[in-house]
Each structure stands twice: as structure tokens, then as C-alpha cells.
């Protein structure tokens, strides 16, 4: 009985540390671009405007893929982590490198991706989408490693 309430200590313990960081990155990812992701995806919800209805599906595409690829990051490094120190790390690691890789994704294509999203390219909004996921894949597996 004793080793189940630690066990269930050290998952409250992890839990409030994860979702604050998940948290943080969310709010992280929503400053460090030059457009509202939840106003457009809010201004989509209520209007039959197709170009503002596709903004809002790109900057879901663009946002949960920011999120998915955060949290294999910080599920990896739940189970890496030897310390609560340790996956608060890997955390903030993770949302500074999904930033950086938007911005270089940004850099390296013909095209501003700042601008398709909220102009309703939702090509843009999946393919960021992805690439977020893919990051946090591969950081993932390096903090294994």
C-alpha cells in the first residue's frame, strides 16, 4: 500500500509539472507568431466566410500539431527525465525548438507562412502541422538517447 501512494505522489508530482509546461507552450507558441491562433479560429466558428472558415482550420492545423509534437516531447521526457528538474528542462527545450523550427520552416519556403495561415491556406496549417509533430518526434528520441 505504501508503494502505491508513492506512486501516485510521483504521478501528481509529474502531472504538475507536464501540464504547466504544456501550458506555458501553448501560450509560448501563441506569442511568438504574428497572428491570434484562437481569434481566428474563433472568427471561423462564427461566420460562413470561407476565407476566414479556412484561417481558423490552418491555425488549428498549425497549433495542434505544435501541441501534439510538445507533448511527445514532454511524455519522452516523463519517461527519461531522473528528476522533476530534469523534465522541466526537456520542457522548456522543447517549446524553444518547436518556436525555432516554425521560424525556420518560416525562412526556408518559398512563401510567408506567417501570412498563409490567417489568409486560410490550410495546405500551410496541415504542413506546419506535421512538421511539428515530426520535431517532436525526433526530439523525443534524442532525449533518449
Given amino acids: ?5 508513492s506512486n501516485i505522489l510521483n504521478f501528481l508530482a509529474y502531472l504538475g509539472v507536464t501540464l504547466p509546461i504544456l501550458a506555458f507552450g501553448i501560450v509560448a507558441f501563441m506569442v511568438t507568431t504574428p497572428y491570434n491562433e484562437y481569434k481566428l ?3 471561423g466558428a462564427s461566420t460562413d466566410d ?3 472558415v479556412n484561417a481558423a482550420k490552418a491555425a488549428a492545423h498549425d497549433l495542434g500539431g505544435k501541441i501534439i509534437g510538445l507533448a511527445i516531447v514532454l511524455a519522452s521526457a516523463v519517461f527519461h527525465s531522473v528528476s522533476l528538474l530534469d ?4 520542457g522548456i527545450m522543447g517549446i524553444i525548438f518547436q518556436v ?4 525556420l520552416f518560416e525562412l526556408v519556403t518559398p512563401f510567408r507562412v506567417v501570412s498563409e ?3 486560410g491556406n490550410v495546405s500551410v496549417g496541415i504542413f506546419a502541422s506535421r512538421l511539428s509533430v515530426a520535431t517532436g518526434l525526433l526530439m523525443a528520441a534524442l532525449i533518449s538517447y
Fill in 100 to 103: 525555432a523550427v516554425f521560424y
Fill in 41 to 43: 479560429i474563433r472568427e
Fill in 1 to 5: 500500500m505504501n508503494e502505491q501512494v
Fill in 87 to 90: 523534465l522541466a528542462l526537456w
Fill in 50 to 52: 470561407p476565407r476566414k
Fill in 117 to 119: 495561415i490567417p489568409n
